[in-house]
């Protein structure tokens, strides 16, 4: 069974940064994309960023590029988000996912669609 622990959200003023972390056991980390998700108070889940299974693409929404960076550790099976100039727009729950490695290139919807193990989720909220 997968197991997903997410760490790293919080409070922060505008213009601040965090940095997520999620911890996957269970599932063979290397075999996997991964991704972050987002999801504000009435609004529906967003595609934040993703990254192949080895490391060598990435990719953003356009709202958060060139603020935020996506990374991963395979040999510690750890997955990241370093958040930068934080705003009040960025305020969301935010949630780590295994996705199967081949949905890489699928539009986000779909990407989402196959997603394979969700974290529990960690808040992060922006204070203007």
């Known amino acids: 069974q997968e197991l997903v622990a997410e760490s790293g959200g919080g409070l922060v003023q505008a213009g601040g940064s965090l940095r997520l972390s999620c911890k996957f056991t269970?599932?063979?980390?290397?075999?996997?994309?991964m991704a972050w998700f987002r999801q504000a108070p009435g609004k529906e889940r967003e595609g934040v960023s993703r990254i192949s299974w080895s490391a060598d693409s990435t990719n953003y929404a356009d709202s958060v590029k060139g603020r935020f960076t996506i990374s991963r550790d395979n040999p510690k099976n750890m997955l990241y988000l370093q958040m930068n100039s934080l705003n009040s727009e960025d305020t969301a729950m935010y949630y780590c996912?295994?996705?199967?490695?081949?949905?890489?290139?699928?539009?986000?919807?779909?990407?989402?669609?196959?997603?394979?193990?969700w974290g529990q989720g960690t808040q992060v909220t922006v204070s203007s």
């Open positions: 996912a295994a996705v199967e490695w081949h949905a890489y290139l699928f539009s986000w919807s779909d990407f989402e669609k196959r997603v394979v193990a």
């Open positions: 269970g599932l063979t980390f290397e075999n996997y994309a």
